[in-house]
């Protein structure tokens, strides 16, 4: 139990009801602010070996604490644990990036992967059991393109590149080609119905490009550190969803439309008529998502069940968690959809068709080699390893950082050169500090005996920010929100850059207690985030 937690728990005995202990926007309002619109703030008197004062303005009473039993009760609590609370441990589900295996992973989902291993890395910290699922949507008219093309001017050639990428160039052939000649895609068409047919030639092309498409996917993901529980495969899904629409209609939950497609009214929910099941028996995404959802209860019964797609599937997943909860495969209450904006170049959106997107590899490796670039400019004397180490633990920290710092559900556009700066909201800053502190520490040996009276209002207004980490870790988790975490850990460290500036650390026991423990924050932050935390930049 923290200081907060302590105190919250001794004033709700004294009053006997339940209270909102809120950090006030200001410190003339106290370092606690209680608010009691259901008694009188006059005719209270608070006792508590943690209070030195309290103030009453308006309903308020403006709480001022002991500082020295703050910072010792503070300070002795961050570990490398400090953050983790005691709440419900849930089993939870999460099912991401589920890419086309028709193109290489771009810069879409590297945003999707990020958000997903961050939620992963919070739910985890919290005690949750975690579940990492990712769908390959392996099958369709879109596959289809790229192995036609292939068939048409590939000559049996062998992936001269990397192989995702490789089998993206033919997708984006497909495309060009068919502006010129209206045919291909009727060839493709039925390149499809092949497929479903089970022509042999068919199929051993769609093993190999698939297989080719997939193990650039594992490349990728190994520069994520990203290991999944468990994949799918689109292919395998399809068919078993149709059995589950056929038996929805025969129990009339389900109708037929004018022109003999199976679907759903939602028209009451405000949803519209959706199709589940076209007339020629041929199924659509969300035939295989009602089925992939109940695959996975009944593989795993998780408590929640978290999808990470883009916004433009808004309104799918609404539909999707209807009809689950209709079907009661899964109550609607057990299901999450945790949608997230686009992210923009300065050119503008990305286009699978027609070649121009930022592919994820491509990404990555500017991402490094401007780090590289900067890393030889501010120290031209460190060697070739260091540069190479340093260059990939601060472009991943950068990439990430600048990504995930971006509340979830808006638009941005992604800039390398403004991710990788030393100043500002970046990666690079929170690694630096990270850095400056451990460069501290080596001065000097750390002692335990402190006397906690020796501290200033900077290291006092320092530390209550460092307090407020636990419920940051347990607002981001609650929220589904890597940037309320990426935010604080900006804060802090200004706050710290500041303090550094001010006091230039004149080494004293109690100082390197203080920046010990804060160097642990930093670290737990960035864990989390998947982003290392470099003793020296």
């Known amino acids: 139990m923290n200081f907060k937690e302590k105190l919250e728990k001794e004033i709700k005995n004294q009053l006997k009801q339940e ?25 209270i008197t608070l006792k508590s070996s943690l209070i030195e004062k309290t103030e009453v303005k308006g309903n308020y009473l403006n709480i001022f604490i002991k500082k020295s039993k703050f910072i010792e009760e503070t300070l002795k609590e961050i570990n490398k644990d400090y953050g983790k609370t005691k709440s419900k441990q849930q089993k939870i589900l999460i099912e991401y990036p589920s890419p086309n295996t028709n193109k290489p992973l771009h810069l879409g989902h590297i945003r999707n992967i990020l958000l997903g291993s961050t939620l992963t890395n919070l739910l985890k910290f919290q005690g949750n059991k975690v579940i990492q699922v990712n769908l390959n949507n392996d099958r369709g008219i879109h596959i289809c393109n790229s192995m036609l093309a292939y068939k048409l001017w590939g000559k049996n050639k062998q992936p001269d590149k990397k192989s995702d990428h490789f089998v993206g160039d033919f997708y984006v052939m497909f495309a060009q080609k068919a502006k010129e000649n209206n045919d291909l895609k009727k060839q493709a068409q039925e390149l499809l119905l092949k497929w479903e047919k089970g022509d042999n030639e068919t199929i051993s092309l769609w093993k190999k490009m698939n297989g080719w498409a997939l193990k650039g996917f594992n490349e990728t993901y190994k520069r994520f550190n990203l290991k999944f529980d468990k994949e799918y495969y689109e292919s395998n899904l399809y068919k078993e969803g149709k059995r589950i629409i056929e038996d929805g209609l025969k129990k009339k939950l389900f109708t037929k439309d004018e022109d003999n497609n199976i679907i759903i009214d939602l028209t009451n929910e405000g949803l519209g008529k959706k199709v589940l099941l076209r007339n020629d028996g041929t199924s659509i995404y969300i035939t295989q998502d009602i089925y992939f959802a109940y695959i996975k209860e009944k593989e795993f019964h998780p408590d929640k069940s978290l999808y990470i ?3 433009e599937q808004d309104y799918h997943f609404k539909v999707l968690f209807k009809i689950l909860d209709i079907l009661k495969i899964i109550p609607i209450n057990n299901l999450y959809h945790f949608s997230y904006g686009m992210i923009e170049l300065p050119s503008g959106k990305m286009k699978s068709r027609e070649g121009k997107v930022v592919d994820a590899d491509d990404i990555i490796d500017e991402v490094i080699n401007l780090s590289k670039e900067i890393i030889k400019e501010k120290n031209p004397k460190v ?10 633990t601060i472009g991943m920290g950068a990439l990430k950082f600048f990504i995930l710092k971006y509340d979830s559900k808006r638009n941005f556009v992604y800039n390398p050169e403004e991710s990788l700066s030393f100043e500002g909201e970046t990666g690079p800053y929170v690694q630096y500090t990270h850095a400056r502190i451990c460069s501290i520490l080596k001065k000097s040996k750390l002692n335990p005996k402190i006397d906690y009276k020796k501290f200033n209002d900077l290291e006092f207004q320092l530390i209550k920010k460092m307090a407020e980490f636990p419920e940051i870790i347990e607002d981001s988790t609650i929220k589904y929100k890597p940037s309320t975490l990426c935010n604080y850990l900006i804060k802090t ?30 670290e737990n932050g960035l864990n989390i985030l998947g982003i290392e935390a470099p003793e020296s930049m």
């Open 19 to 43: 209270i909102d202990l809120r950090i006030p926007p200001s410190q003339e309002f106290g370092d606690f602010s209680l608010a009691l619109f259901n008694k009188d703030p006059n005719k």
């Open 493 to 522: 460290c200004q706050l710290f850059n500041n303090y550094y500036s001010k006091n230039e650390i004149k080494i004293s026991k109690e100082r390197l207690f203080l920046v010990n423990k804060l160097k642990q924050i930093l």
């Open 383 to 392: 060697s070739k390893e260091e540069i190479d180490f340093l260059s990939k």
């Open 309 to 311: 797609v883009a916004s």
